[in-house]
């Protein structure tokens, strides 16, 4: 639906040259959440699914950590505004939250794939400016609140906050 973006796969080369060898990855055509999950959107699914909540989420599924932002097992607080990217989380417990869903969590070369693409074009990894961008956001500090998700332009395939605002489990 329109939660999710339709990228039309294709060959892609990773910038990690051991991952695809030279001759590059086939990328099948494959969806794209629009935008990452928010706090609310995981406190809907750990309120369906309380074996993720964080006082009963087994530690081989999560580090002690895990959504410790939160104000509580079931409560966001003011360090976990609902409409921010839900962080401090495990892959198991972002996996199950694909799965209730429908969907699965993108492979690593889907995510680079769709990862390279800006606003108006699929691959832009060989402008300086794009990369300078996106080095730009890894170099900052991580000690600030987290701006609400959305509001970066989408990339060409509808895709938003690829970059510079979290990292992401594929």
Not at 14 to 38: C, H, N, W
């Amino acid at each position: 639906g329109a939660r999710y973006a339709g990228l039309p796969g294709g060959l892609f080369k990773s910038a990690l040259a051991y991952e695809d060898a030279k001759q590059g990855t086939r990328i099948a055509p494959f969806a794209l959440m629009r935008k990452p999950v928010t706090n609310a959107e995981f406190l809907a699914f750990v309120q369906r699914n309380p074996q993720w909540r964080r006082d009963r989420v087994p530690g081989v599924f999560a580090e002690t950590r895990y959504l410790s932002h939160w104000a509580g097992a079931e409560a966001l607080g003011a360090a976990a505004l609902p409409d921010r990217p839900v962080v401090w989380m495990s892959w198991f417990a972002a996996s199950a939250y694909c799965e209730s869903v429908g969907a699965r969590l993108p492979t690593w070369n889907e995510w680079e794939y769709a990862a390279a693409a800006d606003e108006t074009r699929r691959d832009a990894r060989n402008d300086p400016v794009w990369r300078e961008r996106i080095l730009r956001w890894y170099a900052r500090p991580s000690n600030s609140a987290l701006p609400r998700v959305g509001l970066q332009s989408p990339n060409t395939y509808g895709v938003q906050d690829l970059h510079g605002l979290v990292w992401e489990w594929t």
